[in-house]
């Protein structure tokens, strides 16, 4: 009913930026919250930032001053800018949207896409 599609994910190295997108399909009434989730090889999925529809953001400690998320409602997309990046940056990267459907416009429900990977090495 919803698909979320991620793409940016790359091999950098430190130092180095790479903007991540993720794009919502499907039939819903509207998107809330949209937003970033990694998860590294051992650990559990942590949260990188978040955005409401009206562009307030929350970022994780680790991803204060060198991340940046932004949407396009229009589109139905969400972006993270990653600058200064580090091995510890080293995740699949996935993204959430709480989403009302059509059918259900009172409901919400979060859905996830299927990660994408971004590997920070020299």
């Known amino acids: 009913q919803v698909q979320l599609v991620e793409s940016g994910g790359d091999l950098v190295q430190p130092g180095g930026s790479l903007r991540l997108s993720c794009a919502a399909s499907g039939m819903f009434f509207v998107i809330n919250d949209m937003g970033w989730y990694r998860q590294a090889p051992g650990n559990q999925r942590d949260l990188v930032a978040t955005?409401?529809?009206?562009?307030?953001?929350n970022y994780a400690d680790s991803a204060k001053g060198r991340f940046t998320i932004s949407r396009d409602n229009a589109k139905n997309t969400v972006f993270l800018e990653m600058n200064s990046l580090k091995p510890e940056d080293t995740a699949v990267y996935y993204c959430y949207a709480n989403v009302a459907l059509i059918t259900a416009p009172s409901r919400q429900d979060n859905y996830w896409g299927h990660g994408t990977q971004v590997t920070v090495s020299s």
């Open positions: 955005i409401n529809r009206g562009g307030s953001t």
